[in-house]
């Protein structure tokens, strides 16, 4: 059980909820990464890698309502893990590690792979500092939910700005890229 774990290492505790306020820093490490990256990239790579902040923000602003719907305590978790007096809802730091790595996913795998390590190092991180793991899920679901069904929604008009602002003064901003 996690109790019997943090028992023995109470440290583990403690790097659990230093991890999980630190890994926010390596998503906008990726999401810069990827921007520059997908300056040298077609429209569509440029786009994506635009909505991947847009994205993230927006699942962490659609979450905010769904933590607020009422809800009961889930108990299963108890012992040397330190709760806080929220009622359970979906977990805004994995709703925006989700919807980073759903996001950089559509900007090219290697961003997304990277990402997803970073989602899991959260989803452990919080598991550890006391978030229910339903919490993680909704938050996971939420997370990649918003970003993809916004980038169905957005990818047109997106490729279309990214081909205006590359014949513009702008074109630094988003790179020359690639023609086809």
Do not use: Q
Request: some cysteine.
């Amino acid at each position: 059980m996690l109790s019997d774990h943090l028992a023995v290492a109470p440290w583990l505790h403690t790097a659990a909820v230093a991890c999980a306020k630190a890994d926010p820093v390596l998503f906008a490490a990726l999401l810069c990464w990827a921007w520059w990256a997908a300056r040298r990239e077609r429209a569509g790579v440029m786009a994506a890698a635009l909505w991947a902040p847009i994205g993230a923000i927006a699942a962490v602003a659609a979450n905010e309502p769904v933590e607020r719907m009422p809800t009961v305590h889930w108990t299963a978790f108890h012992g040397l893990v330190v709760h806080s007096s929220d009622l359970p809802a979906p977990s805004d730091h994995a709703a925006l590690a989700a919807a980073t790595a759903a996001g950089l996913f559509l900007a090219g795998r290697r961003f997304g792979l990277a990402a997803s390590g970073g989602w899991l190092v959260m989803a452990a991180a919080l598991t550890l500092a006391g978030a229910a793991p339903d919490d993680i899920a909704g938050g996971t679901v939420v997370g990649v939910t918003v970003t993809l069904i916004g980038y169905v929604l957005f990818e047109g008009p997106m490729k279309r700005a990214v081909v205006w602002l590359r014949r513009t003064r702008l074109r630094s901003f988003t790179g020359e890229g690639k023609t086809s």
